[in-house]
Nanobody, 127 residues
Framework: VQVVESGGGSVQSGGTMTLSCTISGNTKGHHCMGWFREVPGKVREGIATIDTDNKSTYVDGLKDRFTISQDSTKNTIILQIDNLKPNDTAMYYC??????????????????????WGQGTQVTVSS
């Protein structure tokens, strides 16, 4: 399975950014996909997940500005970030898993072991 993110870049505070993630390869079956982000020196954190039943789950406190959606026909998920803030600056990663017991964005051992990860896309927000 290959996971490829796109759509990052530089944006001013208050703007909107849309990130895309497409999976390819053996993608059949029920699976969970998610967005995560990482700032140098800090632990990677989850943002949101969505499964093939279109059930989405967000980390507490992020649902107001982050929206996850999917285009199942294209094996693609989207993350829209509204009202961007400088502290949203991070490398944003997408991951997919067919083996998680629960499709949830809490980053930890399950995602590390059972997830297929992309290379990430950088988002930089200037004030």
């Amino acid at each position: 399975v290959q996971v490829v993110e796109s759509g990052g870049g530089s944006v001013q505070s208050g703007g909107t950014m849309t990130l895309s993630c497409t999976i390819s390869g053996n993608t059949k079956g029920h699976h969970c996909m998610g967005w995560f982000r990482e700032v140098p020196g800090k632990v990677r954190e989850g943002i949101a997940t969505i499964d093939t039943d279109n059930k989405s789950t967000y980390v507490d406190g992020l649902k107001d500005r982050f929206t996850i959606s999917q285009d199942s026909t294209k094996n693609t998920i989207i993350l829209q970030i509204d009202n961007l803030k400088p502290n949203d600056t991070a490398m944003y990663y997408c991951a997919a898993s067919w083996e998680l017991d629960t499709c949830a964005p809490e980053y930890g051992g399950s995602w590390i072991i059972l997830g297929y990860w992309g290379q990430g896309t950088q988002v930089t927000v200037s004030s």
